[in-house]
């Protein structure tokens, strides 16, 4: 590899470190016309634990935003593995935190969880901009907030 090709993919390798930093920010901040700009037209979304599989920018979106408006929420993304795997194409895995907490439930509990685990991704360069086409949210342990999470299996082997 020459140095110019060399430069080239650490520039996607950073473009696509962005991608994702804007992904944890917009989703936070529940900025979701921006958000849907991180993803390819025909992005695949895949949340085992929560039931959601979507197809398309569009439905990805409507399930995420749907479920999370009005959430509070923290997301952290650590230690990337991005490979490039074409001119316009990549993949990655990367190391997750999340904090979601939901309304208070009817008795004043709080209602959430703190999770960990991995989102292994497809990148594709559409229109000249990285976009996610593929993600996959594997959790390795959840841990519920005082109240629990209803219909969500908490505590230590949440991955198994």
């Given at each position: 590899?020459?140095?110019v090709?060399?430069?080239?993919?650490l520039?996607?390798?950073?473009?696509i470190?962005?991608?994702?930093?804007?992904?944890?920010?917009?989703?936070?901040?529940?900025?979701?016309?921006?958000?849907?700009?991180?993803?390819?037209?025909?992005?695949?979304?895949?949340?085992?634990?929560?039931?959601?599989?979507?197809?398309?920018r569009?439905?990805?979106?409507?399930?995420?935003?749907?479920?999370l408006?009005?959430?509070?929420?923290?997301?952290?993304?650590?230690?990337?593995?991005?490979?490039?795997?074409g001119?316009?194409?990549?993949?990655?895995?990367?190391?997750?935190?999340?904090?979601?907490?939901?309304?208070?439930?009817?008795?004043?509990?709080?209602?959430?969880?703190?999770?960990y685990?991995?989102?292994?991704?497809?990148?594709?360069?559409?229109?000249?901009e990285?976009?996610i086409?593929?993600?996959?949210?594997?959790?390795l342990?959840?841990?519920?907030?005082?109240?629990?999470?209803?219909?969500?299996?908490?505590?230590?082997?949440?991955?198994?």
């Amino acid at each position: 590899m020459d140095d110019v090709e060399l430069l080239r993919r650490l520039a996607d390798i950073e473009a696509i470190k962005q991608l994702k930093a804007r992904y944890f920010r917009l989703m936070d901040q529940k900025k979701w016309d921006e958000w849907a700009m991180v993803f390819a037209t025909d992005a695949h979304l895949v949340v085992p634990e929560g039931g959601v599989d979507e197809r398309g920018r569009a439905a990805v979106v409507a399930s995420v935003s749907g479920v999370l408006e009005g959430v509070r929420t923290v997301h952290h993304g650590h230690m990337p593995e991005i490979e490039i795997t074409g001119a316009d194409t990549a993949r990655g895995v990367w190391s997750m935190f999340d904090y979601v907490e939901f309304p208070q439930g009817a008795n004043g509990e709080r209602i959430g969880l703190q999770g960990y685990g991995h989102y292994t991704e497809e990148y594709v360069r559409e229109d000249g901009e990285w976009r996610i086409a593929s993600l996959h949210l594997s959790r390795l342990r959840i841990d519920p907030l005082e109240g629990g999470l209803p219909g969500v299996h908490l505590g230590r082997d949440a991955g198994s």
